[in-house]
């Protein structure tokens, strides 16, 4: 059986009745096109099924149509869906993406992302925390003049476009959340304290308990470093005391899913004598029985756009973004 002959540009060009360059110009958004021509541009590809000859337009241009994401693997499910999302999304704009994991071994970090901008020739790099806030890291970018995105920085908010939630309001109206159910007694698991976005929900546990006039004693509030084992001994700790708390609120859905586990094997019922919270929306978080109470992050919708800002270029890159999240 014959195999059709893959859409061309031409082929996109005449259905949509428009040159070959304007098609060319819709797809690359280097240049502005009409309203009218980039909607018959956009139809005429998704009904020829058109993709672009990646080679092609390496050489027909200055840019290598490579996007980096450079990760620490911490919180696994937060990394795991963003880079999905973000693959998904890469792929969309006619970009490929490249994952860069940066570990303790800076030096050795370092090179392999120099290698990735030289290599490569990356027209743009994601960081993801606590990386969007390595400077050493960031230094090399500038350096080398990379156009990036950082999502959830902790600070100089001036250096790149930047994607992030309200963390102190996702503290607060989690703990909020706690208390109208009746929760007096409410603990709470820290994130990785050398992250800002744990600080800020710590603090919105505190002004939330502060502001219905209730406190938490100082052993309720306890550091984790957003994995799953950091979780278990958290919680072991909160668990075991003479005073334990009735609710606790971790700071991601993986060290919530710990102190689920922790209260199992101590015999506590939940959430008949314990209430669990976190944040993410992990899938774990509808896999675990009973359901987990959290926080959804719109993990997906951070990447889409990172990606979007990137593969417009980097005389776009002008704008930060703050996305709203919502208690599921």
């Known amino acids: 059986m014959k195999q059709s002959k893959r859409a061309g540009i031409k082929d996109v060009a005449e259905l949509a009745g428009v040159s070959n360059m304007t098609v060319s110009r819709v797809l690359n958004g280097t240049v502005k096109v009409s309203e009218e021509k980039r909607k018959a541009v956009l139809t005429a590809v998704e009904k020829l099924d058109y993709k672009p000859d990646l080679a092609a337009r390496r050489l027909g241009g200055n840019k290598s149509y490579m996007l980096g994401l450079l990760y620490q693997d911490l919180d696994i499910s937060y990394v795991s869906k963003f880079l999905l999302n973000a693959l998904k999304s890469s792929r969309d704009q006619g970009f490929h993406l490249i994952p860069n994991e940066i570990d303790g071994d800076i030096e050795k970090s370092l090179s392999s992302v120099v290698d990735l901008i030289e290599i490569t020739r990356i027209d743009g790099l994601i960081l993801l925390p606590p990386v969007s806030d390595n400077q050493q890291i960031i230094d090399v970018l500038k350096k ?14 001036d250096l790149s476009p930047y994607i992030c939630i309200d963390d102190y309001m996702v503290g607060y109206k989690m703990t909020e959340h706690l208390i109208n159910l009746g929760h007096k007694k409410v603990a709470h698991i820290m994130g990785n ?25 100082e052993e309720f509030i306890v550091e984790g470093t957003y994995t799953f084992d950091s979780g278990v001994e958290a919680a072991k700790k909160l668990l075991n005391l003479a005073n334990r708390p009735s609710a606790i609120f971790a700071s991601n859905d993986e060290m919530a899913a710990a102190v689920i586990l922790v209260a199992n094997n101590l015999g506590i019922a939940i959430p008949e004598q314990l209430s669990v919270a976190g944040v993410d929306d992990a899938q774990l978080a509808v896999t675990l029985s009973p359901n987990l109470t959290t926080i959804k992050q719109p993990i997906a919708q951070m990447a889409e756009l990172a990606v979007k800002l990137l593969a417009k270029g980097a005389d776009n890159l002008k704008m930060k973004e703050r996305i709203s999240t919502a208690i599921s």
């Open 144 to 157: 080398h003049q990379t156009p990036f995105v950082r999502i959830t920085p902790d600070s100089h908010f």
């Open 193 to 217: 304290t050398k992250q800002g976005t744990s600080h800020l929900r710590c603090q919105g546990f505190v002004d939330a308990l502060h502001t219905n006039h209730l406190s938490a004693p």
